[in-house]
């Protein structure tokens, strides 16, 4: 039974007006997923989670959720999906919220297995409690990118559920995603007509590499202004290693990397590569052509130049009416409310922001009923 | 005595149109450095020079040296002062070139000492073969900046020396400069009114780390279009260590890292900031005040968008009529030609990268007569 057979358009969903493709829903404690783990993984995860690495710098307000954002009644943020639906949903105007998780250093976590079987339970709790009962929401099948062959075995079980939109990784990780390992999984995505989004997350921990190339950094603040690096090296790697050529229906969306990397990158590389051709010969266009075709970005967190228009540059020279969509990541320190971050950008292109470029990149599985 | 006391200006220094602040002086061979290693160091160092690490990767051409411009009678680029006043000055219409040398790999090497005793000798090689001699060449002042003690002594030796008009290291390090056992190098700098340049070089091998955020590369064309990464960690480091606060004096040059990726590391740095003042309490302005008031940036590799204007866009959004400088990287494969480079930039704007920007950033020493 394929998506289209199994899923009648929600008649809801006909009037979208804002599309937010990052809300990070949270389980109120690990409880949540003793369930979706059995007994052997619950004997080694128990209630306190997983042990995640820890960095020698932390946000200075000790976690990254925003406190105001905080429900008295649960101590959380983003653990009931009604008082989500209110925070951000009737405050900001949001229609409808793409789940994006609270386990965003689990790429970097040494037991791959271990981050797979989270990964497993993770998204089966999600499409429970957040996706079959409420219409608002749309899941992700995460996926642990450090265990390919698992990847592609969660990506063929839930590909055809109608609550999920994409497939999620983060972007934590040893090497970069066009390095051959993890092609299989870019695969399997655009096998199912999925798209793949890559999340900000676990950089300097785990298995991930403690240092940009200058070394390592101080401050919570150089950590986060930074690690965009992260994203810009698994972009090149894509690009050069070929898979965006090998596999032209992949869409690949950037979320919580922000824009304004991008045009560097972008032209950078392809001068590069016009001195370099015979190094990656399988290219057949620029690097720049794959990158406005195949790839998308979040906004979040979405520069906020002196001057207005600076944003509005950056936009143009990455096609953003065709390649940007809008990210609160709520419930996080630095949310982005739509009604204040894009008030100086053109209304057209605002409106393809705002939806017309998720519609675009999910297709049918944003309109399809969640069951 | 004081430079301004030491040296009278140059009457061919008044008609300056296009200073090059990276041209590239190769040695002919370690023998040329003989002389000012001193015997002990030359046992060490010998005919071959000091082993450099080497990349998992390289240029596909083999080496970085432009085929086009070797001097078929030396087999070098740029060995001989009149075959570079030929090739470069003449046919591309620079005036005065300041000279960036074919060590770039420096700062990476593991022997502290070795570097330093190398740096010190071709810096006199330097003053002696080309800035004495040629009134069209200006020397930096190569220091190792692994090695704080040695390199303020260089400093302190040297500022003086008429024939000198910055500071210089290179990018690779296993920390970036705005860790605090760097600040005696930038404290010697501004006290003699010298700006410190950093060029890129060395990201990679010997004591710089491996890997970006998301792992290692594959290809020479990856490398190079990411390694500007590591002049983003810098200056984000030399900015909320307080190095800049500290130092208003101080102006650094980032040379060969281009100039695209500045917007969006000045931008996600203030927003950063703004939600985490509290972690570097000594900054008294935004990091972006910091930016636009203390860095500069040569030109090469330039941006070459497909729109033309989104390169002006750029230059306008780090006010480069005040802080971007030409370079052409001479006799590296990516040399920018300035009459093409920079045909569709403002004239007036122009005028300021070509000249203006230097006279501005090296003041009287860039007048003054070398000797």
Known sequence: MTLTESASLNPQRSTLNLVDCDVHQEISSWEDLRPYLGPAWWERIGPKGPPFGRRAYENVRGHIISEDMINPATGKAADDPAWVKRELFEKHGVDLGILT?????????????????????????????????????????????????????????????????????????????GRPRF??????????????????????????????????????????????QSAMAHMVSLVMEGVFERLPGLRFLFIEEGVSWVPHVMWRLDKDYKGNRSECPWL?????????????????????????????????MIDASRTVLYASDYPHWDFDNPKIAFKDVPPAMRERIFVGNALDLYGDRLLAANR
Not at 191 to 217: F, N, Q, R, W
């Open 101 to 177: 998780s609270n386990i965003l250093s689990l790429s970097s976590h040494p037991n791959v297995a271990l981050a797979s079987a989270v990964a497993r339970a993770y998204n089966d709790w999600t499409l429970d409690k957040w996706v079959r009962p409420h219409p608002e929401f749309k899941g992700s099948i995460i996926v642990n990118p450090q265990d390919p062959a698992f990847a592609v075995e969660e990506i063929e079980r839930l590909a055809d559920d109608p609550g999920v939109v994409q497939v999620l990784v983060f972007s934590g990780s040893n090497e970069p995603y």
């Open 284 to 316: 057949k266009k620029l690097p720049s052509d794959y990158i406005l075709e195949q790839c998308r970005y979040s906004t979040q967190p979405i520069d906020e130049p002196r001057e207005p228009e600076h944003l509005v540059q950056v936009l143009e």
């Open 183 to 228: 092609f299989p999984i870019w695969e399997a995505a655009a096998h199912h007509g999925l798209p793949v989004a890559m999340h900000s997350g676990g950089e300097t921990v785990g298995i991930a590499p403690k240092d940009t190339l200058a070394g390592p950094l101080t401050y919570y603040v150089e950590h986060h202004a930074l690690q965009t």
